[in-house]
């Protein structure tokens, strides 16, 4: 099984900045796209950036110019650096990442998900 681990998480004031932290460990081959979700009480969870393995990047509405996703193929590691935050932006925030693992016998991929950073903005 595959591990991520995820930091950053925590209160902040609006205008304020956080930085996310999600890094992946485990019977690891490769890692192809990582991204991060977040969910508020009462609400779905929503798409809120993707990463490919080459750095092409994608953004919700709700985020883009104050959002940076990025990541560290060598380290296994993605981040989400949030600036400019709004208390619309405070959710549980998730990270995801399709991995390909080997067991010792077989190859597979699979989608995993962390367990869950808390990032609250007070007005």
């Known amino acids: 099984q595959v591990q991520l681990a995820e930091s950053g998480g925590g209160l902040v004031q609006a205008g304020g900045s956080l930085r996310l932290s999600c890094a992946a460990s485990g019977s690891i081959v490769s890692i192809n796209d990582m991204g991060w979700y977040r969910q508020a009480p009462g609400k779905q969870r929503e798409l809120v950036a993707t990463?490919?393995?080459?750095?092409?990047?994608n953004y919700a509405d709700s985020v883009k110019g104050r959002f940076t996703i990025s990541r560290d193929n060598a380290k296994n590691t993605a981040y989400l650096q949030m600036n400019s935050l709004k208390p619309e932006d405070t959710a549980d925030y998730y990270c995801?990442?399709?991995?390909?693992?080997?067991?010792?016998?077989?190859?597979?991929?699979?989608?995993?998900w962390g367990e869950g950073t808390l990032v609250t903005v007070s007005s």
């Open positions: 995801n990442a399709d991995v390909r693992v080997y067991t010792g016998a077989l190859y597979y991929g699979r989608k995993y």
């Open positions: 990463i490919t393995t080459t750095g092409r990047t």
